[in-house]
């Protein structure tokens, strides 16, 4: 097959795809004159999304800002945690369990002490939602800082390079691509924890987030609105994950292995 | 009398596990001498050289660096190690890479550039400065790597198999090109291979290992005067050490122990 038809292909079938499927979805709807509190027409999930833009892009607003914060902690205190590990096998021997239990406990579990605890709610927010992003981060850049080829390492070694040159020269450039892949699963987990621990605290008024709005939607039968939350909510996690394919791609662009085009 | 370069007495590694690589051993390399070592897979020859770099200690024996206990006691007389593999770091530029070890040296930004441009046209590389490891090939990248080993102006380059992975054409070229960049700088050279006849061609002298433990079996100076080319490599003396070296080598292995 020839690349430009593998181009074409890529975009167009998925969206072949969707075309084929919204239009059965939409007639299936019309044909049995299924009420919109059950199964809303694509077409009436427009019209909400039209309608209720202020509500929902507010809220939107608030959902994808919460996402955001965490993913920025998680990223600088995860890759801080990394390093620290690194520097130490001791520290690492003795902290990554904990890692690990707090990888393994369900969010919403926690979520409850977390926003008992923390007076602000949406400082609580950011806090489960970072707790639920950071372990792909600290994992995966921990092993990339690791993951150093052997015969460089001894050419530092050799050259009497300091701790200070070995770390910055080599460790942190060889992580990059690990890093990024911690970042990528990272962004769609922020994503996640920012939802489900609006969920949990269940807060409305000026400050509700998507979550907020499904979850009253749903108590009042607003189904296209729920559906309208969903495809925004849907929409934020596939542009956070675009845009942490975008970073590494300008980062890694031209040596790694994972961004270089094969030949045609 | 200066001191060798290096100078080996009765040193023997013994690894944690047990594993015994390589037996006493006594081996001097003087200023200017092309040492090769060469023996079967599994006969301490890359341990030896790993010695020789101060990659690791030896269990037993001594080793002198110009006569000092420390390969880098003298900062004027210093050592490169080229590797199996080219070794390059892929996020760098060819010249980043090179420019390395002086880096990590400290040196100042413009005298390091003047080396590093200096030893690329050494090696012929002088228009792939700002270009990415992987953009060059297999005997492009191993020349950076020579590289990045003569930009410190080396006492002495260590060379673990450099041109194993690559085919008979480049090999033969680089061979010739390390012959001549030896000739011009006039630096010692250890270098390990498993091919006799690179190991002849190549060397003032080949270091015959044995394997279990690893050994020294015999040690062939090759008088052959430079240059040397094609003639050399098709004339009878050449014949006569490479089977003398072939010999040497079938003999160790046909007595290994048990």
């Known amino acids: ?264 | 009398m200066t001191p060798p370069v290096v100078l080996a007495r009765g040193i023997a590694k013994r690894f944690r596990d047990g594993t015994e690589a390589l037996a006493p051993i006594d081996l001097a390399v003087c200023d200017g001498e092309f040492v090769t070592l060469v023996g079967p897979s599994g006969c301490g020859k890359t341990t030896l050289l790993n010695l020789i770099a101060g990659l690791i200690r030896p269990s037993a024996g001594s080793l002198g660096w110009w006569g000092a206990p420390r390969p880098d006691a003298d900062r004027s007389r210093r050592f490169a190690y080229v590797f199996q593999s080219p070794t390059l770091m892929p996020w760098a530029d060819i010249a980043s890479n090179v420019r390395l070890p002086l880096d990590l040296a400290g040196t100042p930004r413009a005298e390091a550039d003047r080396a590093v441009a200096d030893a690329l046209a050494l090696v012929a590389l002088d228009g792939f400065a700002r270009h990415r490891p992987r953009e060059l090939s297999g005997g492009m990248q191993m020349r950076a790597s020579i590289a990045r080993a003569l930009v410190t102006q080396p006492a002495l380059l260590l060379m673990d198999e450099p041109f194993a992975a690559l085919d008979d054409f480049t090999r033969q070229r680089l061979d010739d090109e390390l012959i001549a960049l030896w000739r011009a700088r006039g630096f010692a050279v250890v270098f390990v291979t498993h091919s006799v006849t690179e190991a002849v061609y190549l060397s003032t002298r080949v270091v015959v290992m044995g394997a279990r433990p690893g050994r020294i079996v015999d040690e062939v100076a090759v008088p052959a005067p430079w240059p040397r080319g094609d003639d050399f490599r098709t004339s009878t003396g050449f014949a006569a050490l490479a089977r003398r070296v072939t010999k040497a080598v079938a003999a160790a292995a046909s007595t290994d122990a048990p």
């Open chain 1, 1 to 264: 097959m020839r690349p430009d038809s593998v181009g074409y292909l890529r975009y167009g079938a998925p969206a072949l795809v969707a075309v084929v499927v919204l239009g059965l979805w939409e007639a299936a709807v019309a044909l049995n004159d299924v009420p919109p509190w059950l199964v809303p027409a694509p077409s009436r999930i427009v019209a909400t999304l039209t309608l209720d833009r202020t509500l929902l892009l507010d809220s939107l607003g608030v959902t994808l800002g919460i996402a955001l914060a965490a993913l920025a902690f998680a990223v600088v205190l995860g890759t801080a945690i990394a390093l620290l590990f690194v520097q130490s096998r001791w520290l690492e021997i003795s902290l990554f369990p904990y890692a690990v239990l707090l990888q393994v406990t369900p969010i919403v579990a926690i979520a409850p002490l977390i926003i008992i605890w923390v007076q602000d709610t949406r400082v609580a927010l950011v806090l489960c939602a970072t707790v639920v992003a950071i372990f792909p981060i600290i994992s995966n850049t921990t092993l990339g800082l690791r993951s150093v080829d052997p015969g460089l390492l001894a050419l530092f070694r050799m050259n009497r390079a300091s701790r200070w040159q070995e770390l910055t020269r080599l460790r942190i450039p060889s992580a990059l691509p690990y890093f990024f892949g911690g970042l990528r699963i990272a962004s769609g987990l922020a994503l996640i924890g920012a939802v489900v621990a609006e969920f949990v605290a269940g807060t409305g008024g000026a400050g509700a987030g998507l979550a907020y709005q499904i979850l009253l939607a749903g108590i009042q039968l607003n189904v296209p609105r729920l559906f309208a939350a969903l495809v925004l909510i849907a929409a934020a996690g596939v542009a956070l994950f675009g845009a942490s394919v975008l970073a590494a791609r300008l980062a890694l662009g031209r040596w790694h292995e994972s961004e270089l085009r094969a030949p045609d």
